[in-house]
């Protein structure tokens, strides 16, 4: 038998609980399925109707992506975000995935990542031979790290004989929702400025913003230093189309990363997909009617996921304060005890499996996210309580039309939020 040369990654979790839900469902349970951050809103008609005109575009196109995409890219983080850059320092992917691990791949560095974040950082990290030191974060700061945080892990990483050069970021989180203010994260580029980390900056949810916290790029303030990651995928719910941005550091810096990051393109992934790209310009062109309805789509997740945050604090559960994307990030640890010794629940894991086997909720574990078992943390995404059907996310965006209340408004086209949140109250007047 040959030997495995390298150790074993983490398959993603998400995977599994799909595998789980779908064997509950064959059963004949409802079952809610709160551990997938998908957006499912119906494709814009422009920009599906690109996509529609140039299906039989199949010949290979640039690596780093068509130079029109690129350019309307450039413009568009320009005008929607203030950033310095221009169609040389901007790259095109299959995913944002695709960028993120092209980033890691290219840097030299360990990596440092704050506790909690996304899963798949940690996995990238591994294939490109990376150490990670993690930082680890509060729910008094809505999980975003603090100057003496990223302080403390860079002495920590440097003492385990580590050398920190890269920092993950991620605005809005996942899976927290929270949004850096502005004045942190200008605290915290300006001591990576001074160590002279990378920030890979992961903003996909940026344009799902809907929280008192503005959203500012990261490389507003550390422009020299900053690789943004975005893409189509949430704001415009086109996951599945596999189209990833990236946008590179001013000077020199950035013209190298441009070059090696075209070459790990041009050996792994060649080039995104021809159709997608075509229709990827109009997305990114400004059109204001494109721009409107993603506008709306976001007003309806921020309506969904606060109306889960606002019920899980009423019911004193500690939990992330949402402002972008669609995930609350609550804490059961209030009832530790309470847990233990009525249902033998003691990490975080478990809690997610007794969730689902005795409340039919299906959630992720804090523990996938870099926290600790006996936190007790979950991450709970609202995405799959609604739009699940095109018919389903037009009735949505024409009621959103409507200027209904919050509440009123979900009561009439989000049900699924109201059992949701119904099951949670029933688990914790259990306790």
């Given at each position: ?235 415009l719910s086109l996951g599945g189309w596999r189209l990833g941005v990236a946008l590179l550091p001013t000077g020199d ?8 990051m075209a070459a790990v393109a041009g050996a792994v992934w060649t080039t995104a997909a021809a159709p997608v790209q075509y229709a990827a310009v109009v997305a990114y062109s400004d ?145």
């Open positions: 038998m040959r030997k495995i040369l390298k150790p074993p990654i983490k398959m993603s979790a998400t995977m599994a609980l799909n595998t789980r839900v779908t064997e509950l469902r064959e059963e004949g349970h409802q079952v809610y399925h709160m551990g997938f951050g998908e957006a499912k809103f119906p494709v814009h008609p422009k920009v599906l109707a690109d996509f529609k005109e140039h299906a039989a575009a199949r010949s290979y196109l640039p690596v780093a992506g068509l130079t029109q995409l690129r350019r309307n890219v450039a413009q568009y983080y320009h005008r929607r975000f203030n950033l310095d850059t221009d169609v040389r320092r901007v790259i095109v992917g299959s995913g944002s995935k695709t960028m993120l691990y092209a980033a890691m791949h290219t840097l030299e560095g360990d990596v440092l990542l704050p506790s909690p974040t996304w899963v798949s950082y940690d996995t990238q990290a591994q294939l490109s031979g990376k150490a990670v030191t993690w930082l680890p974060t509060s729910l008094e700061n809505n999980y975003c790290p603090t100057p003496d945080d990223l302080e403390a892990g860079l002495k920590a990483a440097r003492a385990a004989g580590q050398s920190p050069g890269i920092l993950v970021i991620t605005s809005p989180g996942n899976p927290t929702s929270s949004v850096y203010p502005p004045e942190l994260l200008k605290a915290l580029t300006d001591i990576a400025r001074r160590e002279e980390l990378v920030i890979i900056s992961d903003e996909i949810y940026a344009l799902t913003t809907y929280g008192d916290v503005p959203f500012v790029s990261t490389a507003h303030y550390y422009p020299e230093g900053t690789i943004v990651t975005g893409g189509l995928s949430k704001h810096f950035g013209e190298y990363l441009y070059q090696y059109d204001p009617d494109i721009d409107a309805y993603a506008a709306t789509c976001t007003a309806i997740h921020g309506y969904v996921t606060t109306y889960l945050y606002d019920t899980l604090h009423a019911l004193g559960v500690p939990s992330s304060k949402p402002g972008g994307g669609f995930y609350v990030y609550p804490s059961f640890a209030p009832w530790r005890e309470s847990l233990a010794q009525k249902h033998n629940v003691r990490t975080s894991q478990e809690l997610a499996n007794f969730l689902l086997d005795e409340f039919h909720i299906a959630t992720l574990p804090g523990t996938d996210f870099g926290a600790k078992p006996e936190d007790l943390t979950l991450r709970l995404s609202t995405s799959y309580l609604y739009a699940m059907t095109d018919a389903e996310g037009e009735a949505m965006v024409a009621a959103y039309g409507q200027n209904l209340p919050r509440d009123e408004f979900l009561q009439q086209t989000c049900p699924a939020i109201l059992d949701v949140c119904g099951r949670f109250k029933e688990l914790v007047t259990s306790f």
